[in-house]
């Protein structure tokens, strides 16, 4: 891991309460190699001067985004993206600098960068194209002693992996035997599911499933939830018990619990991907749902549905996310989870709901 030390200077830290004590360490979250893969292919590209921030504290400005990032080099502009209705932000921005050097310069220094309780991500803002779309992908019946760097190394082969991440078990800490890979390209992940899905890595006696990952604006949501919790990684265990089917319910059904009218929760990706958690006890609150959704990534909003006449919790709440799978993650955790006495059903909400 490579530590780099910013020393403060001009008036730039001055303006960022986020930063203390004054002289502050960067550690390097992105452990696989990522950054430098990217650095390496757009050395020569002089038009990669475009980036995206992640997991940007609430609480952090446009102008205080810019300030930040202009210490390293010329920016020639810099947007935090906000909720269209609320105004609040969804925890990430862009920055454009007038040099694809400049903008280098900033992903090797600020990513990885803790702000507050967050640890940002800083990279390249990948330009939309139909080469790169829809090029992530769903794994499953990975042996559990699989690691991410197993897995990384067994799909590398196919093109460069923008992504991954290996679902785990919140209480043993064992692999679920579930991941997620996000090629460069969407022929990359082409080759991978021709390759390898219903083949049985070495070492294990079971097929795996390799799989586009659900797109959520194709409404495969449940279709996607099902592959989580039918698929072969169920045999590795997990928070979802037998008794949790009693409590099975349709993502659909939302729409006709009670209670609901004025209630503005975003649903998708313009605001960010909102997910429904019912089967809540009458004491749980936000806090608890910060609690359990923020270790897989931003959440920009939680709101639990209270009783109007004795502020009770209704049984069901609404949870925001800005990155889908990071979301999805969160859902193939949590879904199914014991909460107190309660089984928690965790789904994303449907745009048919609360119209």
Sequence with gaps: MSIALIPCSGNVWSLLH???PCRFFLKNTMSNGYEDHMAEDCRDDIGRTNLIVNYLPQNMTQDELRSLFSSIGEVESAKLIRDKVAGHSLGYGFVNYVTAKDAERAINTLNGLRLQSKTIKVSYARPSSEVIKDA????????????????????SRFGRII????????????SRGVAFIRFDKRSEAEEAITSF?????????EP??????????????????????????????????HQAQRFRFSPMGVEHMSGLSG??????????????????????????LWQMFGPFGAVTNVKVIRDFNTNKCKGFGFVTMTNYEEAAMAIASLNGYR?????????????KSHK
């Design 163 to 174: 992504n991954s991440r290996v679902l785990v078990d919140q209480t043993t800490g064992l």
């Design 18 to 20: 986020f930063f203390s």
């Design 197 to 205: 899905n219903g083949h049985k890595p070495p070492g294990s006696s």
């Design 263 to 288: 209630v503005n929760v975003p649903g998708n990706a313009s605001s960010g991907w909102c997910i429904f958690i019912y089967n809540l006890g009458q004491d749980a609150d936000e806090g608890i």
């Design 208 to 241: 795996i499933t390799v799989k586009f990952a659900a797109n959520p604006n194709q409404n495969k949501n449940v279709a996607l939830l099902s592959q989580l919790y039918h698929s072969p990684a169920r045999r590795f265990g997990g928070p979802v018990h």
């Design 339 to 351: 909460l107190g006495d309660k089984i928690l059903q965790v789904s994303f909400k449907t745009n």
């Design 136 to 155: 992530n992908l769903y794994i499953s019946g990975l042996p559990r002693n699989m690691t991410q760097k197993d897995v990384e190394d067994m799909f």
